[in-house]
């Protein structure tokens, strides 16, 4: 197994998220992150681009409000 370029990660990171990347692609798509100076923040783009869809998905048409869901005051 080689080391990915960065063009190869990213492809691999939005595959990864989609949860279609075998545990090894996935490990490589993490070692390339860990070790370069410009997919850190790409990556993390990334992953909050695709919680935020996630999330939307989630709740389906005119959920936005479900941005600060995490956040959101659980009673009393
Ligand atoms: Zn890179």
């Known amino acids: ?3 990915l370029s960065c063009a190869e990660a990213r492809d691999l990171a ?3 998220l989609d949860g279609d990347l075998g545990e090894d692609q996935v490990a ?9 100076a410009t997919c850190p ?6 992953v909050a681009i695709d919680n935020h869809f ?8 005119g959920g936005s ?3 600060d869901g995490d956040r959101a005051p659980a009673g009393p």
Not at 41 to 46: I, T
Not at 54 to 61: A, F, I, K, T, V
């Open 28 to 36: 490589l798509v993490e070692a390339h992150v860990a070790g370069c």
């Open 14 to 16: 939005s595959d990864l």
């Open 54 to 61: 996630r999330r939307q998905r989630e709740l389906g048409p």
């Open 41 to 46: 923040n790409l990556y993390l783009a990334l």
């Open 65 to 67: 409000e479900g941005i």
């Open 1 to 3: 197994m080689g080391t």
